[in-house]
């Protein structure tokens, strides 16, 4: 009996500090500054290029939230503590929190600052909230091995749900590439972190004098590993704390302000340009129709996967963010921008950087209290041509798989060998056109080739064909390589001259399959070579080859 009425107590006691902690952490709703059907659009443009899972998540941006805790400054200010992304560029934000006596929600909460920097926010924590007190952060220095704990409301289904997980320190100080400082260090640890857990803190478990458990803060959740199991990222509880007692504003005008975040963005973009991805707006991001955002989507792969890895992820809008900021890489050549000078027109700030190739033009915009890009233009310096971003202005284009309609004409020599007793080795040229959608395939083509005469051979001396044959090909592109099996048939004609028996022709039946490696000088050229295997049935007689091949193939975009 004893031993039950014990259990029960701790039970009890378990349950109450539970609550207790429950009580200062909460779920964070931004105030959205994207319309509905500019999720639904963007939505649609990620489903036609092929990024199922990550448009079906753009779609519940609507139902997107993170997790937030009460903490206390130096001078017994109170705010709720979260991640920087969790906010986004909002700068009010609706609290829920779940309290002994049911759910409260704080609406119109002002984002007071963030530092995108240390991924970290600080929200005004309202007048009337019931609960006195603040989690407190560890004196404890963190180790590996100990065991820490995480809480927060990530979702389940449709719905965010209370949690608490468990799991222990797998590296205490590790360097992350996405600090701007490589000298700054996060906390890697297992514990649970799924989507909507971000910005909850990172606990440790304390016993008193009198046995009585509580929990305090070492740190902030803030990324989830992408490809690996059970890794997860902290930012360790020092910054936090530096930044939660230290921060002194900045005074300065407006101009000031948008020529220092404009310098910011360059020194950024220069340097990781992961971490230049926050002055990109969501009114960028979600401004594009799907024929435009196609062609971004295709034309970044040439520079750079960074994009598609992150759209690929948990958090697609990394991935929007990275993509017109490849754009400008693209005219730097990878090498730093420079701030030039900058004017206002209209209420907006353009500024514009030196490039590589010639000229960036960047406009800033205020979106919810913060200045972020808007719109991004190239000029070249001897064209004087000016690119939006939203055009199809890149140096190389990117195949993939290539789900757009196409044209292109080609040219090729190529070297027949005879698997079977009726025909000569043969040199050929090709040239043609072929139009292909998805992975269907019209291919047209005039060729000539060339054999030897010699009387025990069927088929010898110089001979035309003219065809037309249906396919299946699967375009893949690497970087500016280009690979592609194909598999084909078709009906042509082949016309026999300059021998000594005169003029013959017949109708010929083709069959051919292999495999295309290709490299892209420019954007519409593709040199490339080619291993066929091409079957011919002329007037019932079958002639295998072996064809190796290499050409020219001309592109025109629609």
Request: hydrophobic share 35%; charged share 25%.
């Amino acid at each position: 009996m004893k031993k039950v009425f014990l259990c029960l107590c701790l039970l009890f006691s378990w349950m109450l500090n539970a609550q207790t902690l429950k009580n200062y952490i909460c779920t964070i709703k931004p105030k959205d500054s994207v319309s509905k059907e500019m999720i639904e659009q963007t939505s649609k443009n990620l489903e036609s290029t092929g990024f199922y899972t990550s448009s079906k998540l753009i779609k519940e941006r609507e139902k997107n939230s993170g997790t937030g805790f009460v903490v206390t400054d130096k001078t017994g200010s109170r705010y709720v503590m979260t991640s920087s992304a969790v906010v986004s560029n909002a700068d009010m934000v609706s609290m829920a929190f779940d309290f002994e006596s049911g759910k409260v929600i704080f609406d119109n909460c002002k984002v007071v600052r963030k530092n995108d920097s240390l991924k970290v926010a600080l929200i005004e924590l309202p007048n009337n909230f019931p609960i006195k007190g603040s989690l407190s952060f560890s004196s404890k220095e963190i180790e590996d091995a100990d065991e820490v704990f995480t809480a927060g409301y990530p979702f389940l289904g449709d719905s965010v749900v209370w949690q608490i997980g468990q799991g222990n320190v797998t590296n205490a100080k590790t360097i992350s590439r996405l600090f701007d400082n490589d000298k700054l260090y996060v906390i890697q640890h297992s514990s649970q972190v799924n989507r909507g857990g971000q910005g909850g803190p990172l606990l440790s478990k304390v016993e008193d004098s009198k046995k009585k458990t509580s929990y305090q803060v070492l740190g902030m959740n803030v990324w989830k590993a992408i490809y690996r199991e059970n890794t997860n990222y902290s930012v360790p509880k020092e910054y936090l704390l530096d930044y939660l007692n230290n921060y002194k504003p900045i005074e300065e005008d407006e101009v000031q302000v948008v020529e220092r975040v404009a310098r910011a963005f360059a020194d950024s973009i220069s340097s990781n340009f992961v971490s230049a991805s926050e002055f990109v707006s969501d009114k960028l991001i979600y401004s594009y129709n799907e024929e435009d955002f196609r062609s971004l989507i295709q034309n970044a792969g040439r520079i750079t996967s960074m994009p598609a890895k992150y759209i690929r992820s948990q958090n697609p809008e990394m991935g929007l963010r990275l993509l017109p900021l490849v754009y400008i890489l693209a005219y730097s050549d990878f090498d730093s921008i420079a701030y030039k000078q900058m004017v206002v027109e209209d209420g907006q700030y353009k500024v514009e950087y030196e490039v590589s190739k010639g000229s960036c033009f960047v406009t800033f915009e205020k979106e919810f209290g913060r200045f972020q890009i808007t719109a991004v233009a190239v000029q070249e310096g001897k064209k004087k041509q000016t690119k939006s971003v939203s055009k199809k202005a890149f140096e190389y284009h990117n195949e993939g798989f290539n789900f757009r309609p196409e044209t292109m004409g080609f040219v090729d020599f190529g070297v027949g060998i005879p698997l079977n007793q009726w025909y000569l080795v043969d040199y050929n040229l090709t040239a043609g056109l072929e139009f292909s959608y998805l992975f269907a395939d019209l291919h047209t083509s005039i060729g000539r080739s060339y054999a030897d005469e010699d009387e025990n051979y069927i088929y010898y001396g110089k001979c035309t064909e003219i065809i037309m044959s249906l396919g299946v090909r699967v375009p893949m592109g690497v970087n500016r390589v280009f690979i592609e099996p194909y598999l084909g048939g078709g009906l042509g004609a082949e016309l026999i001259y300059g021998t000594s028996k005169g003029l013959d022709w017949g109708i010929l039946f083709n069959g051919k399959g292999g495999i295309v490696v290709g490299y892209d000088v420019k954007p519409f050229l593709n040199v490339y070579g080619a291993v066929e295997f091409n079957a011919k049935l002329v007037d019932a007689t079958f002639g295998p080859f072996i064809e190796i091949k290499t050409g020219l193939k001309f592109r025109r975009r629609k």
